[in-house]
C-alpha cells in the first residue's frame, strides 16, 4: 500500500507541475545528495523525476521507475564517481535505455497486474477473471489452484488480495525462522522460475537492491556443502535479505517452460524448453561461466560487480558479500 501511495502521489505531482517545467533547464540541472539526510535526497530527485513527462517519459514510466528508492539507489554510484557530472540528463538517458528493452513492457504489465491484484477484494463470484492476473504473475497453475481452495475453504479470512500476500509472507518468513535447515531436501533459496535476465535486474531495480544470483542444481554436491557449511547461518541470511534482491537458478531445473516462451538457443541449436536450459544460457552467456555453485552480485546499472565460486570458508563469502 505504501508503494502505490508512493506513485500516486508522484502521478499527481507530474500532473501538476508538468504545465511549468522548462525541460531544458531540467535536464541542465545537477543531482543533489544531501549527506546525511537521505529522505531529502530521494523527495527531491522524485519531485523532479515526476516532472519528466515534460521531457519525453509518459505517466506510465514516472510511475514505473519512479520510486523514491529505486531513483536513489540508480543515482548514487554515479554520484560516487562524479557528483558534478550527474544532472537530470543522464537519468533521463538511463530510464529511456532501460525502456527500449524487449522486456520493458512485460514488466509494466507484470508490476500493473501485481498492484491491481493487491488491491482488489477477494471474491470467487469474480474469479475466472482473478485467476488469469494471479496465473501471469506466478506462471503456475498448481499454486493458482490452491490459492482457490485457500479462499473456498476460508471465504471471509481475507478482504483482498494484499491482505492474502501479507499473511502468506508473515507465515512463510514464521517457517523460516523456526524450522531447522534440512540440507538435502531444501534448496538454499527457491527457484526463481524467471527465465529472463533483463526481467530479473528489472526487478532487483524496482526493489532498489544489487541483484545476488545463485546459480547451482540439484544435483551439485558442492552447492549442499555450502549450504551445510555456512548458508543457512542466520547472519548470512539477514544480511542477505537486508542488502540484495536474492534468487535462485537450478540450471538442472526440469520443469518445462510455457509453449510461447520455447526458443532455439542459437548456439547449440538446442530448443529450450526447461527453465534449467535458459539458466544455464544466462550463466554462460551473462557471466561466461558454466559451474556450480557460483554467486554473482549485478549492480542495478547491469554491471557484473563480484563472482564467487565454491568454498566452505565463510570468512571468504562474507568478504565477497561486502
Same mark, same amino acid.
Given at each position: =500500500?505504501? /508503494?502505490?501511495? +508512493?506513485?500516486?502521489?508522484?502521478?499527481?505531482?507530474?500532473?501538476?507541475? *508538468?504545465? #511549468?517545467?522548462?525541460? &531544458?533547464?531540467?535536464?541542465? #540541472?545537477?543531482?543533489?545528495?544531501?549527506?546525511?539526510?537521505?529522505?531529502?535526497?530521494? /523527495?527531491?530527485?522524485? %519531485? *523532479?523525476? +515526476?516532472?519528466?513527462?515534460?521531457?519525453?517519459?509518459?505517466?506510465?514510466?514516472?510511475?514505473?521507475? @519512479?520510486?523514491?528508492?529505486?531513483?536513489?539507489?540508480?543515482?548514487?554510484?554515479?554520484?560516487?564517481?562524479?557528483?558534478?557530472?550527474?544532472?537530470?540528463?543522464?537519468?533521463?538517458?538511463?530510464?529511456?535505455? =532501460?525502456?527500449?528493452?524487449?522486456?520493458?513492457?512485460?514488466?509494466? %504489465?507484470?508490476?500493473?497486474?501485481?498492484?491491481?491484484?493487491?488491491?482488489?477484494?477477494?471474491?470467487?463470484?469474480?474469479?475466472?477473471?482473478?485467476?488469469?492476473?494471479?496465473? +501471469?504473475?506466478?506462471?503456475d497453475e498448481r499454486a493458482v489452484n490452491a490459492i482457490y481452495q485457500v479462499i473456498k475453504e476460508n471465504p471471509d479470512q481475507f478482504e483482498t488480495y494484499g491482505d492474502m500476500m501479507d499473511e502468506f509472507n508473515k507465515l512463510a518468513d514464521s517457517m523460516i525462522s523456526n524450522k531447522e535447515p534440512m540440507v538435502e531436501e531444501t534448496p538454499f533459496f527457491?527457484?526463481?522460475?524467471?527465465?529472463?535476465?533483463?526481467?530479473?535486474?528489472?526487478?532487483? #531495480?524496482?526493489?532498489?537492491?544489487?541483484? /545476488?544470483?545463485?546459480?547451482?542444481?540439484?544435483?551439485?554436491? *558442492?552447492?549442499?556443502?555450502? !549450504?551445510?557449511?555456512?548458508?543457512?547461518?542466520?547472519?548470512?541470511?539477514?544480511?542477505?535479505?537486508? *542488502?540484495?534482491?536474492?534468487? $535462485?537458478?537450478?540450471?538442472?531445473?526440469?520443469?518445462?517452460?510455457?509453449?510461447?516462451?520455447?526458443? &532455439?538457443?542459437?548456439? $547449440?541449436?538446442?530448443? =529450450?524448453?526447461?527453465? @534449467?536450459?535458459?539458466?544455464?544460457?544466462?550463466? !554462460?552467456?551473462?557471466?561466461?561461466?558454466?559451474?556450480?555453485?557460483?554467486?554473482?552480485?549485478?549492480?542495478?546499472? @547491469?554491471?557484473?560487480?563480484? %563472482?564467487?565460486?565454491?568454498?566452505?570458508?565463510?570468512?571468504?563469502? &562474507?568478504?565477497?558479500?561486502?
Open positions: =500500500m505504501k /508503494l502505490l501511495f +508512493s506513485a500516486i502521489i508522484l502521478l499527481l505531482l507530474s500532473i501538476s507541475l *508538468n504545465a #511549468q517545467t522548462n525541460c &531544458k533547464e531540467l535536464l541542465a #540541472q545537477k543531482i543533489n545528495f544531501y549527506d546525511g539526510d537521505f529522505e531529502k535526497t530521494q /523527495l527531491e530527485l522524485a %519531485t *523532479n523525476f +515526476s516532472q519528466l513527462t515534460a521531457c519525453g517519459l509518459d505517466e506510465t514510466d514516472i510511475v514505473f521507475f @519512479g520510486q523514491p528508492p529505486f531513483l536513489a539507489t540508480l543515482v548514487i554510484g554515479w554520484l560516487n564517481e562524479d557528483s558534478e557530472m550527474v544532472i537530470y540528463k543522464k537519468l533521463l538517458d538511463e530510464i529511456l535505455k =532501460m525502456k527500449a528493452t524487449p522486456e520493458y513492457k512485460e514488466s509494466v %504489465t507484470f508490476y500493473n497486474d501485481f498492484i491491481t491484484l493487491r488491491n482488489k477484494k477477494i471474491n470467487l463470484a469474480n474469479w475466472e477473471a482473478d485467476s488469469q492476473i494471479l496465473l +501471469s504473475l506466478v506462471k527457491t527457484d526463481a522460475e524467471i527465465i529472463d535476465y533483463d526481467e530479473l535486474l528489472l526487478t532487483a #531495480q524496482i526493489w532498489g537492491k544489487p541483484l /545476488l544470483i545463485y546459480f547451482t542444481a540439484y544435483a551439485d554436491v *558442492n552447492s549442499r556443502k555450502m !549450504e551445510e557449511a555456512f548458508l543457512y547461518d542466520s547472519d548470512i541470511q539477514e544480511y542477505l535479505e537486508a *542488502n540484495y534482491f536474492t534468487v $535462485t537458478l537450478f540450471v538442472d531445473n526440469k520443469k518445462e517452460v510455457f509453449k510461447e516462451f520455447i526458443t &532455439k538457443n542459437e548456439k $547449440t541449436g538446442k530448443l =529450450m524448453k526447461t527453465y @534449467g536450459a535458459f539458466y544455464s544460457k544466462i550463466q !554462460e552467456e551473462r557471466f561466461n561461466n558454466q559451474s556450480q555453485p557460483y554467486f554473482a552480485i549485478v549492480s542495478t546499472e @547491469g554491471k557484473i560487480l563480484k %563472482t564467487q565460486g565454491f568454498t566452505l570458508k565463510k570468512k571468504e563469502f &562474507k568478504k565477497f558479500l561486502k
